[in-house]
């Protein structure tokens, strides 16, 4: 679905044998192009990635994200009440899959909290750390700053050719439906290179800012899940966890970590 706005410029269809042109409009524009641009993206980007709601429980929180170790589906969740009227949570297994896998969830969940917490890193490691994060970065601005001063070139070179352009149309030497359909292409790679100029010059902010936040709440990764909802979780979960986990013998099995924090950590045992 394409998202109405008013960016200061307007598409006219194709007639005959003109092509469809985007030319600036008589109004004033409602936002700037960058912003209009944006917003755009994100709204296709949300628009592809909608999904249906699941539902959430602060006593089964890890529902969907634990695998039978039997027979390695999922487990799912679901609460029992006793005589007493109290209920108790369980993680199990489906019980069309006859594994009568069975765990408590106040364990499976006293345990995952035990295990997120031999990812705390002593505090004079984490101060080099974020030393070495920050050394990093300042190597990452040079090829910033590189790539900035080469999109300025380009947009530069784009509206030379312009300047070039209207004087060929000035000069008769073009006619103009020729123009129209040269010049529609320039504007729009300067729009593009004005988006991706931008997106560079926000993540210096971005970075310079989160550095230290990071490594923070890598080392607190068990108060992550008093936050978490429906939608922070699974990204938590999938940002850490390369699989489900398997939780047997009142505890759980090694899990396969995604390969980014692996070596995260492996360079911090290191330090």
């Known amino acids: 679905m394409k998202h109405k706005g008013y960016a200061g410029f307007i598409d006219i269809k194709a007639l005959e044998d003109e092509p469809k042109q985007t030319v600036k409009a008589l109004h004033e524009p409602i936002t700037d192009i960058i912003t209009f641009n944006k917003v755009q993206e994100l709204f296709r980007i949300k628009s592809?990635?909608?999904?249906?709601?699941?539902?959430?429980?602060?006593?089964?929180?890890?529902?969907?994200?634990?695998?039978?170790s039997k027979c390695g589906k999922n487990l799912t969740g679901s609460a029992s009440t006793s005589k007493t009227g109290q209920k108790h949570y369980y993680y199990h297994c489906n019980s069309a899959n006859k594994c009568g896998e069975r765990h408590r969830a106040e364990l499976v969940n006293k345990k995952f909290d035990q295990f997120?917490?031999?990812?705390?890193?002593?505090?004079?490691?984490?101060?080099?750390?974020i030393e070495i994060l920050r050394t990093q970065f300042s190597e990452l601005e040079i090829e910033r700053f590189s790539q900035i001063k080469m999109i300025e070139n380009?947009?530069?070179?784009?509206?030379?050719?312009?300047?070039?352009?209207?004087?060929?149309?000035?000069?008769g030497i073009i006619n103009d439906i020729i123009?129209?359909?040269?010049?529609?292409?320039?504007?729009?790679?300067?729009?593009?290179?004005?988006?991706?100029?931008?997106?560079?010059?926000?993540?210096?902010?971005?970075?310079?800012?989160?550095?230290?936040?990071?490594?923070?709440?890598?080392?607190?990764?068990?108060?992550?899940?008093?936050?978490?909802?429906?939608?922070?979780?699974?990204?938590?979960?999938?940002?850490?966890?390369?699989?489900?986990?398997?939780?047997?013998?009142?505890?759980?099995?090694?899990?396969?970590?995604?390969?980014?924090?692996?070596?995260?950590?492996?360079?911090?045992?290191?330090?």
């Open 48 to 68: 592809s990635n909608k999904q249906k709601p699941k539902s959430f429980n602060k006593k089964l929180f890890l529902r969907g994200f634990l695998k039978c």
């Open 116 to 129: 997120l917490r031999k990812f705390q890193i002593k505090p004079e490691i984490k101060k080099l750390f």
């Open 154 to 171: 380009d947009i530069q070179k784009i509206k030379n050719d312009q300047d070039t352009l209207l004087d060929k149309l000035i000069s």
């Open 179 to 271: 123009y129209e359909k040269k010049n529609t292409k320039y504007v729009n790679k300067i729009n593009e290179l004005t988006i991706e100029l931008s997106n560079l010059e926000d993540y210096e902010n971005d970075l310079s800012d989160y550095i230290e936040f990071s490594v923070e709440l890598m080392s607190n990764m068990n108060k992550m899940i008093d936050f978490s909802d429906e939608v922070t979780l699974p990204k938590f979960m999938s940002s850490i966890f390369n699989d489900k986990l398997e939780f047997y013998n009142q505890d759980y099995r090694t899990p396969k970590l995604n390969p980014s924090i692996d070596l995260i950590f492996l360079i911090i045992s290191d330090l």
